[in-house]
């Protein structure tokens, strides 16, 4: 079992700048893909970023891409999405989430586990 813990999520306004943190429970971090989801109000939960194992092929939304930076520190557990910026549409309850895997995984179904999610508000 891996435990996932959000957090740095907050009230911004348009143009400022969020680091998001993921912090995984166990010993077994470093052989997890890792990836990050948002979820509107009324909309599905949708892709953001992912990242393999070892912190290499990271891959975007094309809605983030050049602005959102996905980065991983195996020694601390911990995944990291630096998100620059920011516009009201990113505005989101955004999710990590893990599976035992040597690639990245781009769909919600790929995922064994969930964070509860940290609430990112971007006013215009």
């Not at 599905?44 to 290499?56: D, Q, T």
């Not at 050049?66 to 009201?88: C, E, H, W």
């Not at 309850?93 to 940290?118: F, K």
Request: net charge neutral; glycine share 10%; aromatic share 12%.
């Amino acid at each position: 079992q891996v435990q996932l813990v959000e957090s740095g999520g907050g009230l911004v306004q348009a143009g400022d700048s969020l680091r998001l943190s993921c912090t995984a429970s166990g010993r077994t971090f470093s052989t997890y893909a890792m990836g990050w989801f948002r979820q509107a109000p009324g909309k599905e939960r949708e892709f953001v970023a992912a990242i393999n194992w070892s912190g290499g092929l990271p891959v975007y939304a094309d809605s983030v891409k050049g602005r959102f930076t996905i980065s991983r520190d195996n020694a601390k557990n911990t995944v990291y999405l630096q998100m620059n910026t920011l516009q009201p549409e990113d505005t989101a309850v955004y999710y990590c989430a893990a599976r035992p895997s040597i690639i990245v995984h781009r769909t919600t179904y790929e995922y064994d586990y969930w964070g509860q999610g940290t609430q990112v508000t971007v006013s215009s």
